[in-house]
């Protein structure tokens, strides 16, 4: 299934969704879309006999994504959007891991951070710089994170507002695997 910025394919099983826009894997409305209807694919199809048995989600170009397309930022509804994306990633009743193959930042974080497993790979960067920009992360990342990794360990990458190698890696169990 072809969606322009998101690729779906099932091999052996398991459902493959590649984000592949330009620049980052940015999340830019099209991409949003493109990802809710892989969602769709894959909700519906589990609905049959014949479902995935679990979910890769995955970056082209050696990047997870660099998270929502900065020249949207003041688009309403779009944290919304992310939100509900990544409601429906958490839901799936079979596994889902986002597998990084490079930097995920701000949304696409918030996209990992709503997969079941995360595993990264070589020089990934991780952060949620909201902050930066007088913002909360906008899709629950947050909330995941401090279910994840506890709140003095979430408020900490919150608050900096800097990606980060080491402090995912070494201090935190944000990361399922390296």
Excluded at 146 to 167: E, K, N, V
């Amino acid at each position: 299934m072809q969606g322009g910025t998101v690729t779906t394919r099932l091999i052996d099983g398991i459902a493959r969704i590649t984000l592949e826009s330009s620049p980052g894997n940015a999340l830019d409305s099209a991409t949003r879309h493109a990802l809710a209807a892989a969602l769709s694919g894959i909700e519906a199809a589990l609905q049959g006999d014949d479902g995935p048995r679990g979910v890769v989600l995955t970056g082209a170009n050696g990047v997870f994504s660099v998270g929502v397309d900065l020249r949207e930022l003041d688009r309403p509804g779009k944290g919304a959007e992310l939100a509900a994306i990544c409601r429906r990633l958490e839901r799936l009743p079979i596994p889902v891991v986002a597998a990084l193959p490079g930097s995920a930042i701000g949304g696409g974080a918030e996209l990992a951070l709503a997969a079941h497993y995360r595993l990264a790979v070589g020089e990934a960067r991780f952060g949620l710089p909201d902050i930066v920009l007088g913002l909360p992360p906008g899709a629950g990342g947050g909330q995941r994170l401090a279910a994840l990794c506890g709140a003095r360990a979430a408020l900490d990458l919150l608050l900096r507002g800097r990606p980060s190698r080491r402090r995912w890696r070494a201090r935190w169990a944000c990361l399922t695997a390296l």
